[in-house]
């Protein structure tokens, strides 16, 4: 057979068809198109089958990403999927919001050598969503039922992927999560333009499908004590995420219309599916006509803005208090920010909300970068004097979340946490200092990403069957 890699000198870097800005903001349909079959064949024949792969290195569930690639190229579609999948439990997920840019991607070979990384994430998407297509995905069959149960407080990457890990070694499983429907992030926070809620409820299917018994509308501290899960369950695992938004202790923070992210994202995510939103029905988390004011520079900024500019505002305005070189978020994300006329208020921070019932107007302190902070990066300093206004209709405040307060919420004292309230776990295993419970996923990392929680998930499941096991055997030889 003739070699159908190595092809990244003959053949260009092509990613898949985005769709232009103005169009974009009139819907909230995913901006990019997917890779047809023939182009993912070719753009994975670039590959150079790297003897050290630095994108299996980078990425933090070590996916085969040479071998699929080889795979796809060779147009052995259903091998390449099952291989993809036997690392990732949402590989079509990861492909589509991961950064690449500066996990796999960030580290192609090729990339560093002038021609172009090899399109990972693009050809990863098409792989599932073919293989979902073709049906090839069948929900999971244990080959031998298990008695133990084991309860799951959160239907986020990080609990499903566990759940389906802990399913697949024959386990009884029961998710519980507060939220009428399963997804955490993906179907709440995460919006549609970046990642299509049919994905996500996709996932959610095959889940249950598999035998997985997810309870919505089940909240733990309000429904149930920790201490009533353990006693119904031989082992528990926490991934319930981080909510606590940071709040901006400035002058005015009482007045209306200033809201955390979550709370816009959620109606927005929620109206996207259907459902009724009084606060965004009445008007007041709706940005149609409105000044728009979203102040943080991450990605859940960025959700915002591009949320706000689809909704019909009539100006929406990005405040920052570094510059773009320093900005935590993902370049790509700016730049389609940008692409659909986010204006980006650099080297700003809020100073005072000004209005008299209703926010109306943001007093702005502006800033010059110092040295580097323990981020690494230049930390901003007010310039004594120098103010700005801008006007705000509706002020969105996402400045990233902090970990709820796990142990009062649960009614569990002894549960550890770290000094950010996050819960305290062993490295590998993830259990907790509280015999046979476990914690994964943003609660435990912090705010982070989808593709470490879903590594968490699969960690934890390890831990999980490794410590049933031991109970096991510890019965047989008393
Ligand atoms: C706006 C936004 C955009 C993002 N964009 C990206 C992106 O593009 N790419 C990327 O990789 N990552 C992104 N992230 C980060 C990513 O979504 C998270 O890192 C990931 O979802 C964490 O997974 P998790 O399972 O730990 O928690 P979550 O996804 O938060 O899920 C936790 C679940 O636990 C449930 N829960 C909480 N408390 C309880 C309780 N007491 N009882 C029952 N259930 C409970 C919640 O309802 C939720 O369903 C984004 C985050 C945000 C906020
Ligand atoms: S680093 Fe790039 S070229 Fe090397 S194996 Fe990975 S995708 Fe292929």
């Known amino acids: ?251 005015g923070s009482n007045l209306k219309n200033i809201y955390p992210a979550m709370e816009f994202l959620t109606a927005s995510n929620k109206k996207g599916l259907g459902d009724k939103v009084e606060n965004f029905d009445n008007g007041n988390l709706n940005c149609e006509g409105k000044n728009v004011v979203v102040i943080g520079g991450g990605d859940t900024a960025m959700d915002c803005v591009r949320t706000a500019i689809r909704q019909k505002a009539k100006k929406v305005s990005c405040l920052y208090r570094r510059d773009k070189e320093n900005m935590p978020g993902s370049a790509r994300e700016v730049t389609n920010a940008e692409e659909e006329g986010i204006e980006f208020v650099w080297l700003s921070s809020p100073k005072l909300f000004k209005g008299t019932d209703k926010v109306e107007e943001v007093l702005i302190n502006k800033m010059k970068l110092g040295d580097p902070d323990a981020s690494g990066r230049r930390s901003p300093e007010v310039i004594e004097g120098k103010e700005e206004t801008i006007k705000a209709d509706i002020v969105i405040k996402a400045l990233g979340f902090d970990a709820e307060n796990i142990p009062k919420l649960f009614e569990e004292p002894g549960l550890e946490i770290t000094k950010w309230g996050t819960i305290k776990t062993d490295l590998k295993t993830l259990k907790t200092n509280i015999k046979g419970v476990f914690a994964a996923g943003d609660i435990v990392r912090g705010a982070s990403l989808v593709v470490w929680a879903i590594r968490d998930g699969r960690d934890a499941a390890e831990g999980i069957s490794n410590y049933l096991e031991s109970k096991k055997n510890k019965t047989i030889a008393a």
């Not at 994905?199 to 089940?218: Q, T």
Request: charged share 25%; aromatic share 8%.
């Open 1 to 251: 057979m003739t070699n159908k890699m190595l092809k990244f000198t003959d053949l260009s870097k092509e990613t898949p068809f985005k769709e232009d800005s103005k169009t974009r903001i009139s819907n909230f349909n995913e901006i990019y198109k997917e890779f047809i079959n023939d182009k993912a064949k070719s753009q994975a024949s670039r590959c150079s089958q790297c003897g050290t792969p630095f994108c299996q290195v980078h990425c933090p569930l070590h996916n085969n990403i040479p071998d699929w690639l080889k795979m796809t190229a060779e147009g052995r579609l259903e091998e390449a999927y099952n291989l993809s999948a036997s690392t990732n439990n949402m590989p079509e997920v990861c492909g589509s919001i991961c950064p690449q840019d500066r996990l796999c991607e960030g580290n192609c070979v090729i990339e560093q050598s002038g021609h172009g990384t090899v399109t990972i994430g693009a050809v990863e998407k098409f792989l599932t969503n073919n293989a979902w297509e073709n049906n090839w995905v069948k929900p999971v069959k244990p080959t031998s039922e298990l008695k133990e149960t084991i309860g799951i407080i959160g239907a986020g990457p990080a609990g499903l992927a566990a759940a389906e890990q802990l399913r697949k070694k024959g386990y009884q499983i029961t998710v519980y999560d507060r939220y009428d429907r399963s997804g955490g992030l993906l179907i709440y926070g995460i919006p549609n333009f970046k990642l299509e809620k049919d994905i996500v409820l996709r996932r959610v299917k095959y889940l249950e499908d598999s035998k997985i018994k997810i309870i919505n509308n089940f909240e733990v501290g309000k429904n149930a004590t920790l201490k009533e899960l353990k006693e119904k369950h031989d082992a528990i695992l926490i991934a319930t995420g981080v909510y606590k938004s940071r709040e901006i202790e400035i002058p």
